[in-house]
C-alpha cells in the first residue's frame, strides 16, 4: 500500500526546544515538500527537494531546517528560532519535481507549542 | 504577494444544486492548475486539473474552466452532495517550476 506517512499525527513540545516531524514515502517519488496550514492562509512552502541530497528554500524557511539523505524521507526540523510554530504541517511528494504530476499528501502533523 | 488567490472564504449551497468555486491569479508563468480538497485533520487530496493549453477539463462532477486572458479558473461541482463538504485548494505550477503555490482555500459547506 504506497504512500506518505507523517508521524506523529500530534505533537506537542515547550517553548524553545526543537523538534521534528518526519515524513516517509514509498511511492518512488524523487520530490518531496513541506508546507504549513494556518487558518485563512492557505499552504504555504517551507522546504523541498527534488533529489537525494538537494533541498531549496520555499516561502517560510526560517526557522526551519531539513534534510534529504535517503529518497524515501523528508524530516523537518522546527527550531526554537521559529516564531510561531504552533500550526498543521503537511508533507507531500511527486514523481519528479516539474510537469503535469500532482503533489500527493500525507495526513499531516498538528504541532502545537506552549 | 499572494500569486493565487480566492476570495471566497465560503460558500453554502443546496444539495443537487452547482456548486462553483473561483481562484485567481497573477503570475502569467503559470501553466498547470489544480483542485485539491481537504477535510479537517487530513491531508489534501488531489481533483482535477487543467494545462494551460485547455480551458475546460472535466471528471464526472467535476469541471474545471480556464480563462487564461482573465487569469482565472473555477470549479464545478454538480450536482453537489453533502459529502463534496471540504475546503478546496487551488493550486498552480509554473512552467518549469517545482513548486505548486496554493490560494487561500474555500470552505464549501453543501446542505441536505
Known amino acids: 500500500d504506497g504512500g506518505i506517512t507523517q508521524s506523529p499525527k500530534y505533537l506537542f513540545r515547550k517553548e524553545g526546544q526543537n523538534v521534528t516531524l518526519s515524513c516517509e514515502q514509498n511511492l518512488n517519488h524523487d520530490a518531496m515538500y513541506w508546507y504549513r496550514q494556518d487558518p485563512g492562509q492557505g499552504l504555504r512552502l517551507i522546504y523541498y527537494?527534488?533529489?537525494?541530497?538537494?533541498?531549496q528554500k520555499g516561502d517560510i524557511a526560517e526557522g526551519y531546517s531539513v534534510s534529504r539523505e535517503k529518497k524515501e524521507s523528508f524530516p523537518l526540523t522546527v527550531t526554537s528560532a521559529q516564531k510561531n510554530p504552533t500550526a498543521f504541517y503537511l508533507c507531500a511528494s511527486s514523481p519528479s519535481g516539474q510537469g503535469r504530476s500532482p503533489l500527493h499528501f500525507g495526513n499531516g502533523t498538528r504541532l502545537t507549542v506552549t | 504577494d499572494q500569486q493565487v488567490k480566492q476570495n471566497s472564504p465560503s460558500l453554502s449551497v443546496q444539495e443537487g444544486r452547482i456548486s462553483i468555486l473561483n481562484c485567481d491569479y497573477t503570475n502569467s508563468m503559470f501553466d498547470y492548475f489544480l483542485w485539491y480538497k481537504k477535510y479537517p485533520a487530513e491531508g489534501p487530496t488531489f481533483l482535477i486539473s487543467?494545462?494551460?493549453?485547455?480551458d475546460k477539463n472535466e471528471d464526472g462532477r467535476f469541471t474545471v474552466f480556464l480563462n487564461k486572458s482573465a487569469k482565472h479558473l473555477s470549479l464545478h461541482i454538480v450536482p453537489s452532495q453533502p459529502g463534496d463538504s471540504a475546503v478546496y485548494f487551488c493550486?498552480?505550477?509554473?512552467?518549469?517550476?517545482?513548486?505548486?503555490?496554493f490560494g487561500e482555500g474555500t470552505q464549501l459547506t453543501v446542505n441536505p
Open positions: 487543467i494545462s494551460s493549453i485547455k
Open positions: 493550486a498552480a505550477r509554473e512552467t518549469s517550476g517545482s513548486r505548486l503555490t
Open positions: 527537494s527534488q533529489i537525494v541530497n538537494d533541498f
